[in-house]
């Protein structure tokens, strides 16, 4: 038991180690972005065009749960606006970005490891190399210059979607509040910050885990279809565990 403990502990501090080395790697690969282009570009819509309609139900579906819980955990001591302010600041700093980020991560983060995978086994990144392609350039970096780019982009589209559910909700079908308590309510206590973080800092940390996991645990397959199939389980779970991670760590750090 002690020993396939000590294994596993060093296999952990390896894959640290190597995904540490693909991150510079994919590093020095960056200023050879404009040669990657249309690579580039093939993801961006990967990242943003495939995955809008999942993005738009989930933020539905978020701010209906958001406006339940926060109706059903209201009272008459307190005003309707401080239920509002608490509704509309979860839901833009914790609940879209998460749940959001954690949905992909099963979509995209499974689907690059796959894709990566297939092409790690039937050697076509092997003929990359002989073509003098870069491997790191030509696959990874398009996917995690897109993770950071697109996934802001989904995030500020999902947050908007679920804050126009929430006034939907509350002011026109439940009459709850009123459109300007509704207002009120948003402003109390605003920091333009809090868009920043929720909008802009978790879903670009989030899609940079999500396009660099998948990426290296694509390059990592070995063993045919069901290798393929193991790579894809392990990018989505590592990868859920480090959203859940950074997502405590920077609201301890920077809110």
């Known amino acids: 038991m002690i020993e396939k403990l000590g294994f596993r502990v060093i296999g952990f501090f390896r894959t640290v180690w190597e995904v540490f080395l ?16 249309r690579q580039i570009l093939d993801q961006l819509h990967v990242f943003s065009v495939n995955t809008l309609p999942i993005a738009a139900v989930i933020a539905v579906f978020v701010g209906l ?19 509002i302010n608490v509704i509309f600041k979860s839901t833009i700093l914790e609940l879209c970005p998460i749940v959001l980020s954690l949905v992909l991560a ?12 297939s092409m790690k086994i039937s050697e076509q ?39 126009f559910t929430v006034f939907f909700v509350a002011t026109v079908m439940t009459q709850w509040v009123s459109a300007p308590e509704f207002i009120s309510g948003m ?13 802009i800092i978790k879903p670009a940390v989030f899609g940079f885990w999500i396009a660099l996991i998948g990426s290296y645990f694509g390059m990592k397959t070995h063993g045919g279809a069901l290798g ?20 405590y760590y920077l609201g301890a750090f920077l809110l």
């Open 187 to 199: 402003q109390l206590n605003f920091r333009v910050f809090e868009l920043y973080f929720g909008n």
């Open 65 to 83: 749960g958001a406006m339940i819980q926060g109706t059903y955990q209201s009272s008459a001591l307190v005003p309707r606006t401080f239920t």
């Open 125 to 163: 990144i092997d003929a990359l190399q002989t073509l003098s392609l870069d491997p790191i350039g030509f696959l990874i970096l398009p996917r995690i210059f897109a993770g950071l780019i697109m996934l802001p982009v989904i995030t500020i589209f999902a947050n908007f979607i679920a804050l």
């Open 106 to 117: 099963g979509k995209l983060g499974a689907s690059l490891a796959a894709e990566i995978g």
């Open 22 to 37: 693909l991150f510079l790697n994919t590093l020095k690969a960056f200023p050879s972005v404009w040669f990657y282009r």
């Open 228 to 247: 393929v199939g193991k790579t894809s389980t392990n990018a989505v779970v590592v990868s859920a565990i480090l959203i859940v991670l950074f997502d």
